[in-house]
Structures are given as structure tokens and as C-alpha cells.
């Protein structure tokens, strides 16, 4: 019995009529100013590999126009939304006028789990100051420095921290200095993020601004050295619909164990202790390779890039840490763990598969999802013929390699770069030189991401940061089987009669990742490309006028 | 007795802030869309909130502030904003709302959009100040209506050929429902109604042949330029009354300052006393009789009234959301003898008090606790001492209920873990009875769920 899924890439879909990309491009363009045509020009590029191996440059991580309506976040949804938003123990206050506490108060389904419940979990609540006019005239430090300690006086938290919101760095609150100054008053961990919607060109800024001030306040604060053998963190999983839950499943059961996610699921304790971990996994690139390389620097955690979306992607990944680990017993672990989990998972891809094969997916999310949920697709026989990120950077889409080329722009010189050195006491590399070099040299890779556009088909059509309008046109051209975004997307997509699917949010499903997340999306997507209910759109005299003639009853 | 500590910061807000409340109001505009001018993340988190509850497409545009505008204003931006969504959306307005940033720095919105000049067949751009820190959403709303009666309405002369047999209706917040049925009610009087907002059909249409940059449905602008000549203007909301009072300019208050179009205020009708008060003035500024199918409405409400009063009799309630939602409602369940024992909301207009003095009966004032400016952590705190048997609200108050142990019955904005929001008819004896079999229900669905037998017959 095959034990292990085909390898994606072999399986082809049956053949389709597609419309020619340069012809959609250009229709794309049609309507926008010439200026604004030329900008998104760049934006929207026509996958094709070069013989030097290299793929075409894309305009990415480059402010919207205005007037444009783009799926974007901002700074602040970033930072206090998406990387702050699952840890559960930290107070987060945010210190501004209501709307923006109110709109990122837990909606973007992020699970949680405490141990018990007697441990903290502030994640239901919006905590704010509620700036009033008198705020903004007089400033609300003072305002906030009260907040800060009602909030110690009322929950005794291990740590407090302040998001910024756009009149915040307008009127002048020093967010910091009043971070100092309660730190040092309570005696608990406090900081603050300047994480102003204005700043940047999205939430990635956001995404960067949170994860500079972990790295800079809490990393490195608990040495206890958890009694397992083998130890990673996970970057960049938001534990979304429960997918922590399902990947924290599969390690256990290999007898890998986690000593920090970023940040599904996460506690205060858990990033103070990550620099503990003898290996850094890094599932969203985007939103957080920075933080492993700087690990490396000042701690020697060497990284690697893994992804649990696909039912072949982890396994790959699994076997990917075993053999960073090289540990005969572990490796015997994980292919026990693949071998027991993956006949159900063949069983039920092989079933769903004689439905959806052939046909044709978009999508348009995230800063990794678009292109790690394509391996999902695939699992089914389904094509990807158009894809891209709503905030990702050139590297996300043309892999790493190209990082030293990036035009640094007043955008992105405006999100604080940390420098980072060894850490006198607490640098420890974990491997030899020799053994890093023995395993490169054994084809492993450290740290390398090939983006986006390496795994997607030439002549497919990637797209950065797609607007509302696009998106439209897309669906009037190609016709896809299924459509992969957000809500904001959602309601007019399905209105045009196509199936889309959530990507942020799952919609209300999940887990996807991992090996029972694969089974549930598998059966996801085949309810929603074989749905009956688009056959109701039209009503039977709608569809043929002559029935309704021969009931008449003259 | 007080049963509300206070505090320095709000946990589980029960408000939104002001640009959102204008926002839907320029979806209720026929070919209008709206601009918020500030950080795209307002817009962004804006339009997932309205989808939240509507589950309809809501495009918000932005003027993309980057931190360069933020420090030398936002004009260039602003216009591009204008140039764009014109070429892409062909709109008939463009509603401007200004958001916490643009307020800040104190861009002069009138006169960016005065520097623009006047272009033929360009939308028509109407600006509304929404600094979020001043205000709720409700403010928001009611302020985008102002600003757009006042654009399409410039003052002019006062006596000028009427349209009597037309009203204009000012509805404030409403669901869907409640706003078809508002048409229903015109169309069944035979009335000409101008009702702004009206997103009843473009936050709630089909499927679409083909596809719509801006969806159907709304208050057509060529109707609202004629509101400055209709019979008379209706307001609802017991709170906008108390506003109008103080002085504060409102959308009927403007066309009463402008045309001299007699205003008339009123709570929104929930429960008999209120709708009674709705359809007897619409009888006296139409001159038309109410329709026999709302009297025979009426009748049957009574007669539920009557049948299903052991189960609501001397229950205890909470209820939340916007003021005038709340005011309303209050007055709802008094009349059909459940005790509101907390009145609460976030807004802050100083009204509510008044207002609930106005509408409750005397005996129960003193069990009455009612609270503005009060989050959903107060709200818990302060509904545990007074032994709920349920709460009514929008899904935010899934928390308190939860905690409480109490079933909490949903209605208002924003409602996104049920479906149907949009759909609960609220106001009217149709809306009337509706809240009330759906309140009765509840209280008997817990009685059941509690019960160590489970009884099946009640």
C-alpha cells in the first residue's frame, strides 16, 4: 500500500481553456490612470522561469493608491491583531480612540487553550483607553499610565503591552517612556509598540514592529531549559481554526517538543524562554523570518523553513527536523507517526479527488498562505492558475536569494531594523560548523525559502496585493472553480456565483494543517466545488419559459 | 443604589467608532460609496465588521495614508482617492468621512475638496467630519445624514411648491427588515416615502448576472435633492429628539431651518405604545387612515400580549447596544411587564436617562438601573447583582450572557454568530410580535434546558 502521497508536482490537471495572461493583464490595467497603470504593472506579473533559474521582479510590499480598494491591514492590525492577538496572558491595551481595539477584538479566530482554569486568558477581552477629544488636545499619557495600573491592580499579569493607533504618535504620547515607568512602578514586564496605522505600506510593518519588541523585551528572559530532547520553536503559526493544535499533536507524537510558538496558542513564558530551543521552524516566511535570523545571530538557533499545510508537505517537514536532529530513534518516531497517519488521509484524498480534479483554483491571501495551500490544491488534482499575496515582500514571491537586490524605500526605512550581536552568556551554536557543512552538503538546506513563484506553472498569473475591482475581472475571465481570500472578498465573489473559500479565517473551519487539517480541507473543498446550491440561481421558469406555458390552465 | 464601578479603560467596548455608523450610511445611497480619509487599516477593519453582520459585499475606499501624509497632510492624497474611484467605480457620491488621523492633523477637507474645482459629470463629494475620539458610531450615522441632506438641499427659497403628499423618513441604525418594512408601510398608506439611509436591498440583494461595482438599491440622490420639498420629516429616535432639543443640528432639523418642513420626533416603534404613536402620525401628517392589514397586525399582537403573558411577567432583563436601540427596547419590555433592570450603552449623549424617564412606567423606574458610557466588563459586573433572566443586544454581549448564565436573545448591530442579522424585524407590530415570540421562546427553551425532567409541554 502506497504510504506516502505522490509527489505534487507530477499530478496534472486536465487540460484547460484559459484565457491568454498577457490578454487578462492588460484588461486589468484597462481602467486605471496611466500613472496607476504603471504602478500596478509591476504589480502583476506573468510567471516564467529564465534560464539563469531566476523568475521576473514583482512590484510587492509597495504602498496602495489611494482610492484603490485594497484587502490591506495596517500597521497596527498587524501588531496587535495578528502576532500579539493569540498570546493569552499578556494584558494588551490598546491606547487610542475605540474603533481599532473594538475591530481587532477576536476576530481572527485564533484558538487558545490554558491549562487550566485557574491560568490566565485575556484574549476575550478589548482592552482600551477610549481616547476622548480632551485626550487628543491634552494627551493621553497620563490616561494611559492609569490604565496600565488598573489593569495590574485588577488581573496581577505577568506582562502588559501598549499598541500605538494613529493619533497616538500624532499628538506626541511617548508610549515608551510610560512603558519604563510602569515597568519599573509595577515591577512586571511592560512595553510598548509604536505601531501607528499610518506606518508602513501594511500589517507586515506591523508584523515586524511586534516582533522586534518581543525579540528586544521578552526573549531571553527565562533560561530554564526545558527537560526534552528534542526542541524547536515554531515561527509563524497563528493557531488559526486550531491548526497549533493538530501540528502540536503531530510533534508530541514524534516526540518532538515545542518550547515556543510565534504566537498560536502562546504565553508570556514561552517567548521568554524560546532562545532555549535547538531549532527555529519557520512556517510563515513573511511575517517572520527576521526573527529567526536574529535568533541565530545572538542565540546560534540555526533555522529552517517548513510548512505543515499539505499532507506532503508534512511529512516533508518532519522528516526535515529528524534530520537536523540525526537521531536514528527519532527518525524512526516521525516515519511511524507518517506510516500510521497517512492511509486515512490517501483513503479519503483518492475519494475527493475523482470530483475535483481538473479543476481550478485562485488565490489571493496572506503572506504565505497563498502559496503553501496551493500543495493542498494539488493534493486533489487541482490547478492554481492565479495566485499572490495581499502583503507579502519580493522574497515571498521570488525566494530568498534575491533579498540582497530589495530597494529599501521610505517605507520600509521607517520599520526599525534591530542589530543584533551574540549574546555574551547565552550564544550557543547548536551544531558544529563541520555539521552545519555535513548537512548542507547533504542537500539540507538552513534558512532558504524559494517564494511563491518557483512552485506555480509558467504562464499563471501572480498578483500582489489585488484589489476589489481585479479580483472581479478575474472572476469574469478565468471562471475559477474556487476562490481563496478573506471576508472583505467573500460576499461579492460567491455573489457572481463561485465558491470562495476564507483563508484568514478558515470561515468557520478548520484545523487545516497537519494531517487531520488536510483530511478536513479536502472534504471542505469538495463541498464547495460540487455544491448543488448553485443550480438554484435561476428558478425552472427562469430557465425555460416554454414549462410555465403548458401548465396554464386555459 | 450604584451598581457600576468606574473605570480608566474600557474593556469590551459596547460602541464603535464614528466613521463606521457614516460608512453605512453612504451604502444606503444609491451609487454612492464611501472614503474614509486616513490609514487604509480603518477602512479595512470597517468594512470586515459591516460583512460580519450584513455577509453582503461592503467596499469602503481609502485615502492610504503613509507616514509623509500624515506629516504634511493629506490633500494629494486625497484627490488621488477621488481621481481613482471615479475611473474604477463611475460612483454618483462619494461620501468623505474623515477618520482619527486626518482629524488630528487638521486637514481641511471643504477646502481640499474646494481646490478640486467643479468637473462635469464628476460624483457629487460629500465630506462629514467623524473624528472617532468624539462620539459613537451612532454619531457617525446620524452626522452623514445630516451632511448629505445639507449637500443635496443648499438653502434656498423657503416657501416653494410642496410635495405634500411626500415624507421624508430619517430612520436611524435599522435592520434590513425594519426598513422594507417601512416601505411597506408607505406603499400600503400610499404615500411617496424619501427614506435615508435605505441599504435594506444593496447590503441584502441576489446573486448578480452580472457584475455590479456598486450593488442596486438605495436612497436614489435625485430623491434626496427633493426632500427640501416634502410635507414633512419624521425622525425617529428618542434620543435624536433630546439632541435636536439641545440645538444640535440634525437632517430634519436642517430642512425645518431651511424649508420650514415640519419635524416630527419620535422613538423607534418597538411594542405597541410606540408603534400607536408611529401610525397615529402618520395619520395626522398624511391624512390617510391606518391600513386595515396593520390594525388586524395590532389585534394579534394584543391577543400574544395576552396569551403569553405568564411566561414574560416580572422577568428580569439587560439590555445594551445604541442608545436609542436601547431606549426603545426598554420600552418594548415594560409594556409587556418585564422589568429592563439594566438599561445600558457605550454612547455618551447624555440623553438616556431622559429618555427612559420618558418612556417607562413610574413603578418600575426605581428597579431600573440605567448606564451610558458603559463597557461590557461594567455591564457583567453590575447584571450580576441584579438577577437577569436574560439579556437582549447585539453578539457582543455572548460574554456577559455566557458568564451569567443567562440566554441571551439577539437583535440589533452588530449581530455576526448567528445568521440573519440583517433580517430581525425589530420595529412595527410585525417586528413587535416577532421580538416577543422570540423572547418568549427563549425564556421557555431555558426553562427546558435547566430542568432535571425536561418537560415538553409548557
Redesign the interface.
Given at each position: 500500500m502506497s504510504t506516502t502521497i505522490k509527489d505534487p508536482e507530477t499530478i496534472e490537471p486536465a487540460n484547460m481553456d484559459l484565457p491568454d495572461p498577457e490578454v487578462v493583464k492588460k484588461e486589468l490595467l484597462a481602467r486605471y490612470p496611466a500613472k496607476v497603470a504603471r504602478k500596478r504593472s509591476n504589480q502583476i506579473i506573468i510567471n516564467q522561469k529564465d534560464e539563469d533559474g531566476t523568475f521576473p521582479e514583482i512590484g510587492a510590499n509597495v504602498r496602495t493608491v489611494p482610492g484603490i480598494i485594497t484587502q490591506r491591514g495596517c500597521s497596527y492590525a498587524g501588531c496587535k491583531g495578528v502576532i500579539l492577538g493569540p498570546t493569552r496572558d499578556i494584558v494588551n491595551i490598546t491606547h487610542g480612540p475605540i474603533g481599532c481595539g473594538f475591530y481587532s477584538w477576536l476576530t481572527r479566530r485564533n484558538q487558545t487553550r490554558p491549562a487550566s482554569d485557574a491560568d490566565d486568558n485575556f484574549m476575550t477581552y478589548c482592552f482600551s483607553t477610549d481616547m476622548q477629544d480632551k485626550d487628543i488636545v491634552f494627551g493621553g499619557e497620563k490616561k494611559l499610565k492609569a490604565a496600565i495600573q488598573e489593569a495590574y491592580d485588577i488581573f496581577k499579569p505577568k506582562a502588559i503591552s501598549i499598541f500605538s493607533t494613529c493619533p497616538v504618535g500624532l499628538i506626541g504620547d511617548d508610549v515608551h517612556a510610560v512603558a519604563r515607568e510602569m515597568k519599573e512602578k509595577l515591577g512586571i514586564n511592560v512595553f510598548g509598540f509604536s505601531c501607528e496605522g499610518y506606518r508602513g505600506v501594511s500589517q507586515s510593518a506591523g508584523h515586524h514592529i511586534a516582533n522586534n519588541g518581543i525579540f528586544s523585551h521578552v526573549v531571553g528572559k527565562n533560561d530554564t531549559i526545558k527537560d526534552a530532547e528534542f526542541k524547536i520553536n515554531l515561527l509563524g503559526e497563528y493557531n488559526i481554526g486550531g491548526d497549533g493544535f493538530e501540528i502540536d499533536r503531530i510533534l508530541e507524537d514524534c516526540g518532538i517538543s515545542i518550547v515556543s510558538t510565534f504566537s498560536g496558542n502562546s504565553t508570556y513564558d514561552q517567548f521568554a524562554n524560546a532562545h532555549t530551543a535547538d531549532l527555529n521552524t519557520v512556517m510563515c516566511h513573511r511575517s517572520i523570518n527576521y526573527v529567526a535570523d536574529m535568533m541565530e545571530i545572538k542565540y546560534g538557533i540555526p533555522w529552517i523553513k517548513i510548512n505543515f499545510i499539505g499532507a506532503a508537505s508534512t511529512a516533508k517537514s518532519l522528516r526535515k527536523i529528524a534530520q537536523y536532529f540525526d537521531d536514528p530513534k527519532l527518525s524512526r518516531k516521525v516515519e511511524e507517526v507518517i506510516q500510521r497517519e497517512m492511509p486515512e488521509i490517501e483513503k479519503v484524498r483518492e475519494e475527493v479527488k475523482k470530483r475535483c480534479e481538473g479543476k481550478v483554483a485562485m488565490l489571493f491571501v496572506g503572506g504565505s498562505r497563498a502559496h503553501h495551500y496551493q500543495e493542498l490544491f494539488k493534493e486533489i488534482g487541482m490547478k492554481t492558475v492565479s495566485a499572490g499575496y495581499e502583503f507579502a515582500h519580493r522574497d515571498d514571491y521570488e525566494g530568498r536569494d534575491i533579498i540582497p537586490n530589495i530597494k529599501i524605500d521610505a517605507d520600509s526605512r521607517n520599520i526599525e531594523e534591530l542589530s543584533v550581536e551574540k549574546d555574551a552568556e547565552k550564544y550557543n551554536p547548536r551544531k558544529t560548523e563541520a555539521e552545519m557543512e555535513a548537512l548542507k552538503a547533504g542537500g539540507f538546506e538552513f534558512k532558504d525559502y524559494k517564494g511563491m513563484m518557483s512552485d506555480m506553472a509558467k504562464g499563471t498569473l501572480i498578483i500582489d496585493d489585488v484589489s476589489q475591482y481585479e479580483t472581479e475581472l478575474l472572476l469574469k475571465l478565468y471562471k475559477p472553480d474556487i476562490y481563496c481570500a478573506g471576508i472583505k472578498e467573500k460576499y461579492a465573489i460567491q455573489k457572481s456565483g463561485i465558491p470562495m473559500k476564507q483563508l484568514h479565517s478558515y470561515d468557520s473551519g478548520g484545523p487545516y494543517a497537519g494531517f487531520r487539517g488536510a483530511v478536513n480541507f479536502y472534504h471542505e473543498i469538495d463541498r464547495m466545488v460540487n455544491s448543488k446550491i448553485w443550480d438554484y440561481l435561476k428558478a425552472p421558469w427562469q430557465i425555460s419559459p416554454e414549462l410555465s406555458a403548458k401548465y396554464g390552465w386555459e | 443604589m450604584n451598581t457600576a464601578k468606574s473605570?480608566?479603560?474600557?474593556?469590551?467596548?459596547c460602541?464603535?467608532?464614528?466613521?463606521?455608523g457614516a460608512a453605512l450610511v453612504f451604502h444606503g445611497i444609491e451609487g454612492a460609496i464611501p472614503?474614509l480619509h486616513?490609514?487604509?487599516?480603518?477602512?479595512?477593519?470597517?468594512?470586515?465588521?459591516l460583512?460580519?453582520h450584513f455577509?453582503?459585499?461592503?467596499?469602503?475606499?481609502?485615502?492610504?495614508?503613509?507616514?509623509?501624509?500624515?506629516i504634511f497632510g493629506g490633500g494629494a492624497?486625497?484627490k488621488?482617492?477621488?481621481?481613482?474611484?471615479t475611473?474604477?467605480?463611475s460612483p454618483e457620491m462619494i461620501g468623505i468621512a474623515t477618520?482619527?488621523?486626518s482629524e488630528?492633523?487638521g486637514d481641511d477637507v471643504p477646502m481640499i475638496l474646494e481646490g478640486m474645482g467643479r468637473m462635469e459629470d464628476r460624483a457629487e463629494l460629500v465630506h462629514v467630519s467623524t473624528?472617532?475620539?468624539?462620539g459613537?458610531h451612532m454619531d457617525g450615522f446620524h452626522h452623514a445624514v445630516r451632511a448629505v441632506v445639507e449637500h443635496c438641499n443648499p438653502e434656498g427659497p423657503r416657501t416653494r411648491h410642496r410635495a405634500r403628499k411626500t415624507v421624508n423618513l430619517f430612520p436611524g441604525m435599522l435592520s434590513n427588515e425594519d426598513l422594507r418594512h417601512l416601505k411597506e408601510i408607505f406603499e400600503d398608506l400610499g404615500v411617496r416615502l424619501i427614506l435615508l439611509p435605505d441599504y435594506s436591498e444593496r447590503l441584502e440583494?441576489?446573486?448578480?448576472v452580472e457584475?455590479h461595482?456598486i450593488q442596486k438599491g438605495g436612497t436614489p440622490i435625485k430623491d434626496i435633492r427633493e426632500m427640501g420639498l416634502s410635507g414633512a420629516s419624521i425622525e425617529l429616535g428618542t434620543i435624536l429628539a433630546g439632541m435636536v432639543e439641545k440645538g444640535e443640528k440634525t437632517a430634519g432639523s436642517v430642512l425645518k431651518e431651511r424649508f420650514d418642513i415640519p419635524l416630527v420626533s419620535m422613538g423607534i416603534p418597538m411594542g405597541v405604545k410606540a408603534t400607536d404613536r408611529f401610525f397615529s402620525a402618520l395619520e395626522e401628517i398624511t391624512a390617510k387612515p391606518v391600513p386595515e392589514k396593520y390594525k388586524r397586525q395590532r389585534g394579534r399582537l394584543i391577543d400574544a400580549y395576552v396569551d403569553g403573558n405568564k411566561y414574560v411577567s416580572k422577568k428580569r432583563a439587560v439590555v445594551y447596544g445604541e442608545e436609542d436601540f436601547v431606549a426603545a427596547m426598554a420600552g418594548f419590555l415594560a409594556e409587556i411587564g418585564i422589568i429592563p433592570v439594566l438599561c445600558a450603552s457605550?454612547g455618551r449623549s447624555g440623553f438616556l436617562k431622559q429618555a427612559l424617564n420618558q418612556i417607562l412606567p413610574q413603578n418600575i423606574q426605581g428597579q431600573v438601573h440605567v448606564h451610558h458610557g458603559m463597557d461590557f466588563?461594567q455591564m457583567e459586573e453590575a447584571a450580576g447583582k441584579l438577577s437577569p433572566d436574560f439579556a437582549i443586544g447585539n453578539s457582543k454581549g455572548y460574554?456577559l450572557s455566557r458568564n451569567l448564565k443567562i440566554p441571551l436573545v439577539r437583535a440589533g448591530f452588530p449581530i455576526h454568530d448567528r445568521v440573519g442579522g440583517a433580517r430581525i424585524l425589530h420595529i412595527g407590530y410585525k417586528g413587535t410580535q416577532q421580538l416577543f415570540d422570540t423572547i418568549v421562546n427563549t425564556l421557555l427553551q431555558n426553562r427546558q434546558d435547566t430542568s432535571a425532567v425536561g418537560y415538553a409541554y409548557m
Open positions: - | 473605570y480608566t479603560a474600557t474593556r469590551n467596548a460602541k464603535m467608532c464614528t466613521p463606521l472614503l486616513g490609514s487604509q487599516g480603518c477602512s479595512t477593519y470597517m468594512r470586515r465588521y460583512i460580519s455577509k453582503e459585499p461592503v467596499d469602503i475606499a481609502s485615502s492610504n495614508f503613509s507616514e509623509e501624509t500624515a492624497n486625497l488621488l482617492a477621488i481621481e481613482n474611484l475611473r474604477q467605480y477618520t482619527c488621523l488630528t492633523i473624528p472617532s475620539y468624539s459613537t440583494g441576489p446573486s448578480w457584475y461595482a457605550g466588563t460574554t
